[in-house]
C-alpha cells in the first residue's frame, strides 16, 4: 500500500482504478494525519470526519461496481471557508460568521461533489480573505510546515499548510489579490488564480466581485489543472461567468512550452524584492532559455499604480458587499441594542476584526460624494490602462513570469502591525486581478533557510493551458521542494 | 402675488413578470411572510443576481412606448444604505448610464393635451417591508418580511413640467393605463405595485429662478397625491407669502391629519455611494428582441372617438383597460349600434367590472355575443330594457342562452292589446278616485298607472304599448269638450 496522503491526483486515479485501495481508506488515511497534525498547524478550522467516511463508504460501493471514474472520484479536498458547503458552517474567519450554517452549496462545490469528490473540511483564512499571512483569522494564524514560526501566507493559508503537509489531495482557495498564489508560494504548493469569469463565484463569499476569483492548490500543475478543469465553464447562477467552453482535460496539456516566448517585466525588479527569490527566478529561467525558450524583457509601465488601484477598488467593493453582515438576518448579532441604529454599530464594531474594518472605512471613503472621482473612479480608469499594459505585453510574448512574492515566508508577528508593508507582499499578484488574467504560481526553489520560493506565471486571458503546459515542464527542470517538509513522515 | 406651481415625479412600477428581478422566487402579492424568499433576495453570504431578461424586455417596452431613447448599452449600480428590509445592505438600481432617458407623456389637461416630459426610465429591485403594528406584534417590536425584496422595479422620472395638483394626477392616470395597456404592470396603487414621490415647489408667476423644493412621499392613491400636493403648495406659497422661506426638506403624507409631515432628518441624510455593479455585466440591449408595442391608450381613444363617434368621456372610460376596449369592440362587431353598446356598458356593466379593473388579468365575466343577444332583442321588441337588465345582471353571475331563457321563463313583452286593455280596466276599477284625479289634469298620476300595470305584468308590458293604450283609455274618459 502507498502512503496514500502523498500520491497525487493521477497516481490516486490509477490506483482507484486498479483497484489498489478504496476511498474509505484514502480518506482514513488524510484524516488520521489531520488529527495527529492540525493542532499544531491550525489549517483545518472544521473537519467533517463523519460525513467525510460516510460519502467515502458510498463511493466504496460505487467504485466496486465498477464503470469509469473521472478524474475527481475518491479525491478527498479541504475547502477555505470562504466557500458555502450546505449543511456546514462557514465562517469566513470571522466571528461576524462563527454562528452561520450555509444552506446552500457554491456552485463548484455542487460541480465536485456531483465528480465524486469527498470534501474534509473547511480551512483557515484571514478574515473574510483581507490579509496575506492568515494571521487575521479569528480562530487563530495558521502555521508554516516549512516553518511552523512563520506565516503560510493568506489569505488562503489553511488551504495551503493542508495541501503542503499532506492534509488533502489538494484545496480550493479564492484569490482577489494573490490570495491563492501567495500562499501557495510560502508553503511550497501549486496556486492557480483563473482567468476572471472562469469560474462561478455563487457561493464564494465575497470580498471584492470584480477581482475574486476561485482557483486550485495543489502539489503539482497537472492537479491544478484537474481541479480546474472540473470546477470551470459557465453557471447562470453567476452573471460575470464566461460562456466559453472549458477545453477537454487532455487539451490542457497540449502545448508544447518549449515553443513559447516569455515575458520578464522590468517594472519587477524592484527594491524590496529579496535577493534569493531574484537568484532562483532568474536560475530557473536559464535552464527554460537552455531547452531554446526565448526569454525577453516586457514593459508594465502602470506597475507601479496597481497597488494603490487595488487597495481602493478591493475596499470600495468590500465596504459594500460587506453590508450585509448587520445582526438584522443572520450570524452575530449584538445584545442589548436600544435602537436600529445602536444593534448596527455595536454588531459590526464587535463582530469584524480590526483589518476588516479598516478596510471596510477605506472603501466608504472612496466611494463617499466628493471623493468618488478622485478615488474610485480614477482607480477604475488606470485599471483599464494596467489591463492595457498585459494586452500590449502578450501581443509579444505568450507568457509573463516574475516572482510570486518579492520575499520568502515571513515570521508569525513580522508584519502584522504593520498594514502597509503586509500589502506589499501581494505587489507582484494583485496587478492580475484588475486585469482578469489567470495566473500561477509553483515552486521552484529553497532558500537557504528551507524555505520555499514561488514563481509565477502569468497568461492572457483564458489560456490557462500555457500556464500548465509550462508548469509541467518547470516541474521537470527543479527539483519539486515540497520533498522534505517537516511533516513528510507516514502517520501510522 | 400671484404663484407657479413646478412639480416633477417620481414613479415607481412594479414589474408583473413571473420570478422576481434576480432569482426564481415568484412574484406575487400577499402570500404569507418571507415565504417567497431564496438564499439570493435574503442577500445570504455568497449569492450572485441573475438577471430576469423579462423585467428588462418590459422597461424597454415601456420606454418605448414613452418614445424614450433605449441605450444599448447601460449600467447597474449599488445604492449603499442600512435598513433592516434591505437584506443586502445596498439597492440593485441604475444610476449612471439607465436604460432610457428623453421621452415623453401626454395628458388631458382642461386646457387641452399637454406633453410632459420623461427624464429617465431605469430598473431596479424593491425592498422588503417592515410590519409594525400587524395584530401580533409586540408594541415596540417590528418584522421584516422580505417577500418583496426582490421584485422587480422600473423607476420613471419626470421633467419638472407638471403645473398643478390636477395635472400630476392626470399624469398618474396616464401612466397607469399606459404600463397596464403594455401589460408590464397591474399599476394598483393601493397594493403598492405602482408608487409616486413628488418634487414640489413655488414661485412667483413669471420668475425664472426655481423655489425650494420639498419632496413628498408616503401617498398611496391617485387621490392621495392631488390632495397632499394641493396642500403642500398652499402651504409652500402661505410660508413665502408671510416673509419666510421653504426648506429643503423630504414631507411624508398623512392621511389621517390630511396635512404633510416633515421625515426625522436622520432618515433622509443619506450618502448612497453608488458604484457600478460589479456583478451584472453591462446590459446590452439588441433593437430585433424588443416585440412590437400594441396600440397605446391615446391612439386607442382617439380611434374609438373617431370611429364609433363616442364622446370624450365614452371613449375614455372604454379604454380605461384594454380588456374593456376589447370587449367593447366584440360588442360592437355583434350589435353594431355603437352609441347603445356603449351606453349598457357604462350603465349597467361598468359598476361590476369597476372593482377588478385595476388587475391585469381583469376579464369582463360576460361574453360580448351574450350581451349583444340581450341589446338586439330590446330593438327587435322581444323584451324591454328593465328585463334586459335582469338578463344582464343573471349573464354577470352566470352564463346561458339568453334567447332560451327568455322562451322558457315567458319573459317576452307582453305586446298583446286586449291583455294589456284588460289590466287597464281592471286597475280604472280599483283605482277610481286617482282616475278622476288624472282627469282632473293631475298628469303625475300616469306614473302611478304604468308602474302599477308594469306590477300586474311582472315587469312584462311593453312599455310604449303601454303608453298608448293607456293614453286612450283616459281620453276616452275625458268628457267632450
Request: aromatic residues 8%; proline residues 7%; negative net charge.
Given at each position: 500500500m502507498?502512503?496514500?496522503?502523498?500520491?497525487?491526483?493521477a497516481?490516486?486515479?490509477?490506483?482507484?482504478?486498479?483497484?489498489e485501495f478504496?476511498?474509505?481508506?484514502?480518506?482514513?488515511?488524510?484524516?488520521?494525519?489531520?488529527?495527529?497534525l492540525?493542532?499544531?498547524?491550525?489549517?483545518?478550522?472544521?473537519?467533517?470526519?463523519?460525513?467525510?467516511?460516510?460519502?467515502?463508504?458510498?463511493?466504496?460501493?460505487?467504485l466496486?461496481?465498477?464503470?469509469?471514474l473521472?478524474?475527481?472520484?475518491?479525491?478527498?479536498?479541504?475547502v477555505?471557508?470562504?466557500?458555502?458547503?450546505?449543511?456546514?458552517?462557514?465562517?469566513?474567519?470571522?466571528?461576524?460568521?462563527e454562528?452561520?450554517?450555509a444552506?446552500?452549496?457554491?456552485?463548484?462545490?455542487?460541480?465536485?461533489?456531483?465528480?465524486?469528490?469527498?470534501?474534509?473540511?473547511?480551512?483557515?483564512?484571514?478574515?473574510?480573505?483581507?490579509?496575506?499571512?492568515?494571521?487575521?483569522?479569528?480562530?487563530?494564524?495558521t502555521?508554516?510546515?516549512?516553518?511552523?514560526?512563520?506565516?503560510?501566507?493568506g489569505?488562503s493559508?489553511?488551504?495551503?499548510?493542508?495541501?503542503?503537509?499532506?492534509?488533502?489531495?489538494?484545496?480550493?482557495?479564492?484569490?482577489?489579490?494573490?490570495?491563492i498564489?501567495?500562499?501557495?508560494a510560502?508553503?511550497?504548493?501549486?496556486?492557480?488564480?483563473?482567468?476572471?469569469?472562469?469560474?462561478?463565484?455563487?457561493?464564494?463569499?465575497?470580498f471584492?466581485s470584480?477581482?475574486?476569483?476561485?482557483?486550485?492548490?495543489?502539489?503539482?500543475?497537472?492537479?491544478?489543472?484537474?481541479?480546474?478543469?472540473?470546477?470551470?465553464?459557465?453557471?447562470?447562477?453567476?452573471?460575470?461567468?464566461s460562456?466559453?467552453?472549458?477545453?477537454?482535460?487532455?487539451?490542457?496539456?497540449?502545448?508544447?512550452?518549449r515553443?513559447?516566448?516569455?515575458?520578464?517585466?522590468?517594472?519587477y525588479?524592484?527594491?524590496?524584492m529579496?535577493?534569493?527569490?531574484?537568484?532562483?527566478?532568474?536560475?530557473?529561467?536559464?535552464?527554460?532559455?537552455?531547452l531554446?525558450i526565448?526569454v525577453?524583457?516586457?514593459?508594465?509601465?502602470?506597475?507601479?499604480?496597481?497597488?494603490?488601484?487595488?487597495y481602493?477598488?478591493?475596499?470600495?467593493?468590500?465596504?459594500?458587499?460587506?453590508?450585509?453582515?448587520?445582526?438584522?438576518?443572520?450570524?452575530?448579532?449584538?445584545?442589548?441594542?436600544?435602537?436600529?441604529?445602536?444593534?448596527?454599530?455595536?454588531?459590526?464594531?464587535?463582530?469584524?476584526?480590526?483589518?476588516?474594518?479598516?478596510?471596510?472605512?477605506?472603501?466608504?471613503?472612496?466611494?463617499?460624494?466628493?471623493?468618488?472621482?478622485?478615488?474610485?473612479?480614477?482607480?477604475?480608469?488606470?485599471?483599464?490602462?494596467?489591463?492595457?499594459?498585459?494586452?500590449?505585453?502578450?501581443?509579444?510574448?505568450?507568457a509573463?513570469?516574475?516572482?510570486?512574492?518579492p520575499?520568502?515566508?515571513f515570521?508569525?508577528?513580522?508584519?502584522?502591525e504593520?498594514?502597509?508593508?503586509?500589502?506589499?507582499?501581494?505587489?507582484?499578484?494583485?496587478?492580475?486581478?484588475?486585469?482578469?488574467?489567470?495566473?500561477?504560481?509553483?515552486?521552484?526553489?529553497?532558500?537557504?533557510?528551507?524555505?520555499?520560493?514561488?514563481?509565477?506565471?502569468?497568461?492572457?486571458?483564458?489560456?490557462?493551458?500555457?500556464?500548465?503546459?509550462?508548469?509541467?515542464l518547470?516541474?521537470?527542470?527543479?527539483?519539486?521542494?515540497?520533498?522534505?517538509?517537516?511533516?513528510?513522515?507516514?502517520?501510522? | 402675488m400671484?404663484?407657479?406651481?413646478?412639480?416633477?415625479?417620481?414613479?415607481?412600477?412594479?414589474?408583473?413578470t413571473?420570478?422576481k428581478m434576480?432569482?426564481?422566487?415568484?412574484?406575487?402579492?400577499?402570500?404569507p411572510?418571507?415565504?417567497?424568499?431564496?438564499?439570493?433576495?435574503?442577500?445570504l453570504?455568497?449569492?450572485?443576481?441573475?438577471?430576469?431578461?423579462?423585467?428588462?424586455?418590459?422597461a424597454?417596452?415601456?420606454?418605448?412606448?414613452?418614445?424614450?431613447?433605449?441605450?444599448?448599452?447601460?449600467?447597474?449600480?449599488r445604492k449603499?444604505y442600512?435598513?433592516?428590509?434591505?437584506p443586502?445592505?445596498?439597492?440593485?438600481s441604475?444610476?449612471?448610464?439607465?436604460?432610457?432617458?428623453?421621452?415623453?407623456?401626454?395628458?388631458?389637461?382642461?386646457g387641452?393635451?399637454?406633453?410632459?416630459g420623461?427624464?429617465?426610465?431605469?430598473?431596479?429591485?424593491?425592498?422588503?417591508?417592515?410590519?409594525?403594528?400587524?395584530?401580533?406584534?409586540?408594541?415596540?417590536?417590528?418584522?421584516?418580511?422580505?417577500?418583496?425584496?426582490?421584485?422587480?422595479?422600473?423607476e420613471?422620472?419626470?421633467?419638472?413640467?407638471?403645473?398643478?395638483?390636477?395635472?400630476?394626477?392626470?399624469?398618474?392616470?396616464?401612466?397607469?393605463?399606459?404600463?397596464?395597456?403594455?401589460?408590464?404592470?397591474?399599476g394598483n396603487?393601493?397594493?403598492?405595485?405602482?408608487?409616486?414621490?413628488?418634487?414640489?415647489?413655488?414661485?412667483?408667476?413669471?420668475s425664472?429662478?426655481?423655489?425650494?423644493?420639498?419632496e413628498?412621499?408616503?401617498?398611496?392613491?391617485?387621490?392621495?397625491?392631488?390632495?397632499?400636493l394641493?396642500?403642500?403648495?398652499e402651504?409652500?406659497v402661505?410660508v413665502?407669502?408671510?416673509?419666510?422661506?421653504?426648506?429643503?426638506?423630504?414631507?411624508?403624507?398623512?392621511?389621517?391629519?390630511?396635512?404633510?409631515?416633515?421625515?426625522?432628518?436622520?432618515?433622509?441624510?443619506?450618502?448612497?455611494?453608488?458604484?457600478?455593479?460589479?456583478?451584472?455585466?453591462?446590459?446590452a440591449?439588441?433593437?430585433?428582441?424588443?416585440?412590437?408595442?400594441?396600440?397605446l391608450?391615446?391612439?386607442?381613444?382617439?380611434?374609438?372617438?373617431?370611429?364609433y363617434?363616442?364622446?370624450?368621456?365614452?371613449?375614455?372610460?372604454?379604454?380605461?383597460?384594454?380588456?374593456l376596449?376589447?370587449?367593447?369592440?366584440?360588442?360592437?362587431?355583434?350589435f353594431?349600434?355603437?352609441?347603445?353598446?356603449?351606453?349598457w356598458?357604462?350603465v349597467?356593466?361598468?359598476?361590476?367590472?369597476?372593482?377588478?379593473?385595476?388587475?391585469?388579468?381583469?376579464?369582463?365575466?360576460?361574453?360580448p355575443?351574450?350581451?349583444?343577444?340581450?341589446?338586439?332583442?330590446?330593438?327587435?321588441?322581444?323584451?324591454?330594457?328593465?328585463?334586459?337588465?335582469?338578463?344582464?345582471?343573471?349573464l354577470?353571475?352566470e352564463?346561458?342562452?339568453?334567447?332560451?331563457?327568455?322562451?322558457?321563463?315567458?319573459?317576452?313583452?307582453?305586446?298583446?292589446?286586449?291583455?294589456?286593455?284588460?289590466?287597464?280596466?281592471?286597475?280604472?276599477?280599483?283605482?277610481?278616485?286617482?282616475?278622476?284625479?288624472?282627469?282632473?289634469?293631475?298628469?303625475?298620476?300616469?306614473?302611478?298607472?304604468v308602474?302599477?300595470?308594469?306590477?300586474?305584468?311582472?315587469?312584462?308590458?311593453?312599455p310604449?304599448?303601454?303608453?298608448?293604450?293607456?293614453?286612450?283609455?283616459?281620453?276616452?274618459?275625458?268628457?267632450?269638450?
Amino acid at each position: 500500500m502507498p502512503n496514500l496522503p502523498f500520491l497525487t491526483l493521477a497516481e490516486l486515479r490509477s490506483g482507484y482504478s486498479r483497484k489498489e485501495f478504496q476511498p474509505s481508506e484514502v480518506i482514513e488515511a488524510h484524516l488520521k494525519r489531520i488529527e495527529a497534525l492540525n493542532p499544531e498547524l491550525n489549517a483545518y478550522l472544521e473537519v467533517f470526519g463523519d460525513g467525510a467516511r460516510d460519502r467515502a463508504r458510498a463511493l466504496d460501493k460505487k467504485l466496486a461496481q465498477g464503470g469509469p471514474l473521472g478524474p475527481l472520484f475518491g479525491v478527498p479536498l479541504a475547502v477555505k471557508d470562504v466557500l458555502c458547503v450546505e449543511g456546514t458552517k462557514t465562517t469566513c474567519g470571522s466571528k461576524m460568521l462563527e454562528p452561520f450554517i450555509a444552506p446552500y452549496d457554491a456552485s463548484c462545490i455542487r460541480r465536485l461533489r456531483d465528480q465524486g469528490a469527498v470534501f474534509l473540511g473547511k480551512t483557515n483564512m484571514d478574515e473574510f480573505a483581507m490579509g496575506s499571512s492568515t494571521e487575521n483569522s479569528a480562530f487563530g494564524p495558521t502555521r508554516n510546515p516549512f516553518g511552523l514560526e512563520r506565516v503560510p501566507g493568506g489569505s488562503s493559508g489553511g488551504s495551503a499548510a493542508a495541501v503542503a503537509a499532506h492534509l488533502c489531495q489538494a484545496a480550493l482557495g479564492s484569490d482577489t489579490g494573490g490570495s491563492i498564489r501567495q500562499p501557495a508560494a510560502f508553503c511550497g504548493i501549486v496556486g492557480l488564480k483563473p482567468t476572471y469569469g472562469r469560474v462561478s463565484r455563487y457561493g464564494l463569499v465575497a470580498f471584492a466581485s470584480s477581482l475574486d476569483q476561485i482557483g486550485p492548490m495543489t502539489k503539482t500543475s497537472e492537479d491544478a489543472a484537474i481541479l480546474f478543469w472540473a470546477i470551470a465553464g459557465h453557471d447562470p447562477k453567476d452573471m460575470t461567468s464566461s460562456t466559453r467552453p472549458v477545453p477537454p482535460l487532455e487539451a490542457l496539456f497540449g502545448q508544447d512550452p518549449r515553443r513559447f516566448r516569455l515575458g520578464l517585466p522590468k517594472e519587477y525588479f524592484v527594491e524590496g524584492m529579496d535577493q534569493e527569490v531574484r537568484d532562483a527566478l532568474l536560475a530557473t529561467l536559464a535552464k527554460l532559455e537552455g531547452l531554446g525558450i526565448q526569454v525577453e524583457e516586457v514593459s508594465l509601465p502602470h506597475t507601479p499604480y496597481a497597488t494603490a488601484v487595488y487597495y481602493i477598488i478591493a475596499t470600495s467593493e468590500a465596504s459594500s458587499n460587506l453590508a450585509r453582515y448587520d445582526g438584522v438576518k443572520y450570524g452575530f448579532s449584538a445584545k442589548h441594542a436600544d435602537s436600529m441604529l445602536e444593534l448596527y454599530e455595536r454588531t459590526r464594531a464587535a463582530g469584524f476584526g480590526l483589518e476588516v474594518k479598516r478596510r471596510i472605512m477605506l472603501g466608504t471613503y472612496a466611494l463617499s460624494a466628493g471623493y468618488y472621482e478622485a478615488y474610485f473612479k480614477k482607480a477604475a480608469q488606470v485599471r483599464r490602462l494596467i489591463l492595457e499594459d498585459f494586452t500590449r505585453a502578450f501581443e509579444k510574448v505568450d507568457a509573463i513570469v516574475s516572482p510570486t512574492t518579492p520575499t520568502p515566508p515571513f515570521l508569525l508577528g513580522e508584519k502584522i502591525e504593520d498594514p502597509l508593508t503586509m500589502y506589499l507582499s501581494d505587489i507582484y499578484t494583485n496587478a492580475l486581478n484588475l486585469a482578469g488574467l489567470p495566473g500561477m504560481s509553483l515552486p521552484i526553489a529553497r532558500t537557504g533557510d528551507g524555505l520555499p520560493v514561488g514563481m509565477q506565471i502569468i497568461a492572457p486571458a483564458f489560456m490557462e493551458e500555457r500556464l500548465f503546459c509550462l508548469g509541467r515542464l518547470i516541474e521537470e527542470l527543479t527539483n519539486p521542494p515540497i520533498q522534505g517538509v517537516p511533516f513528510d513522515q507516514p502517520i501510522a | 402675488m400671484a404663484w407657479e406651481t413646478i412639480i416633477g415625479l417620481e414613479v415607481h412600477v412594479q414589474l408583473a413578470t413571473r420570478s422576481k428581478m434576480f432569482c426564481a422566487c415568484p412574484n406575487v402579492f400577499g402570500a404569507p411572510p418571507n415565504t417567497l424568499t431564496c438564499p439570493v433576495c435574503l442577500g445570504l453570504p455568497g449569492v450572485l443576481p441573475a438577471l430576469n431578461k423579462q423585467a428588462v424586455l418590459f422597461a424597454v417596452k415601456t420606454a418605448k412606448a414613452l418614445n424614450a431613447q433605449v441605450h444599448p448599452h447601460s449600467l447597474f449600480a449599488r445604492k449603499n444604505y442600512f435598513y433592516p428590509d434591505l437584506p443586502k445592505g445596498y439597492q440593485i438600481s441604475q444610476y449612471e448610464q439607465p436604460l432610457a432617458t428623453t421621452g415623453k407623456l401626454e395628458i388631458e389637461t382642461p386646457g387641452g393635451t399637454k406633453v410632459i416630459g420623461i427624464t429617465r426610465l431605469h430598473l431596479e429591485e424593491d425592498a422588503g417591508k417592515l410590519v409594525h403594528e400587524a395584530e401580533f406584534t409586540r408594541a415596540g417590536v417590528s418584522y421584516v418580511d422580505l417577500n418583496r425584496a426582490g421584485v422587480p422595479l422600473m423607476e420613471i422620472v419626470s421633467e419638472p413640467e407638471i403645473s398643478t395638483p390636477e395635472e400630476a394626477m392626470a399624469y398618474l392616470r396616464a401612466l397607469r393605463e399606459l404600463v397596464r395597456y403594455l401589460k408590464v404592470s397591474d399599476g394598483n396603487m393601493e397594493e403598492g405595485s405602482l408608487r409616486c414621490d413628488a418634487n414640489v415647489s413655488v414661485r412667483p408667476e413669471g420668475s425664472r429662478t426655481l423655489g425650494t423644493k420639498a419632496e413628498l412621499k408616503n401617498m398611496n392613491s391617485i387621490r392621495f397625491v392631488g390632495k397632499a400636493l394641493a396642500y403642500e403648495v398652499e402651504r409652500q406659497v402661505r410660508v413665502l407669502e408671510s416673509g419666510g422661506k421653504v426648506a429643503q426638506e423630504t414631507l411624508l403624507w398623512s392621511e389621517k391629519l390630511e396635512k404633510t409631515l416633515p421625515m426625522r432628518s436622520k432618515e433622509e441624510a443619506h450618502d448612497y455611494r453608488y458604484f457600478p455593479e460589479p456583478d451584472i455585466l453591462p446590459l446590452a440591449i439588441e433593437g430585433e428582441r424588443i416585440e412590437a408595442l400594441p396600440e397605446l391608450p391615446w391612439d386607442k381613444r382617439a380611434r374609438f372617438k373617431r370611429v364609433y363617434a363616442l364622446t370624450d368621456e365614452e371613449s375614455g372610460i372604454l379604454t380605461e383597460h384594454p380588456a374593456l376596449a376589447e370587449f367593447y369592440e366584440a360588442l360592437v362587431e355583434a350589435f353594431p349600434n355603437p352609441k347603445t353598446a356603449s351606453n349598457w356598458i357604462l350603465v349597467e356593466l361598468l359598476k361590476t367590472f369597476r372593482p377588478k379593473m385595476n388587475r391585469l388579468d381583469f376579464f369582463p365575466a360576460v361574453s360580448p355575443k351574450r350581451v349583444a343577444r340581450v341589446l338586439s332583442m330590446i330593438e327587435d321588441g322581444i323584451i324591454n330594457q328593465s328585463t334586459a337588465k335582469d338578463l344582464l345582471a343573471r349573464l354577470l353571475e352566470e352564463d346561458f342562452d339568453p334567447e332560451a331563457f327568455v322562451a322558457q321563463q315567458g319573459l317576452g313583452q307582453i305586446s298583446d292589446e286586449k291583455a294589456l286593455l284588460a289590466w287597464i280596466d281592471e286597475l280604472f276599477e280599483r283605482h277610481p278616485s286617482q282616475v278622476n284625479e288624472y282627469l282632473d289634469g293631475k298628469e303625475k298620476v300616469f306614473g302611478f298607472f304604468v308602474g302599477q300595470l308594469m306590477k300586474m305584468s311582472q315587469g312584462k308590458a311593453n312599455p310604449r304599448l303601454l303608453n298608448t293604450l293607456l293614453k286612450q283609455r283616459f281620453d276616452a274618459r275625458k268628457p267632450a269638450s
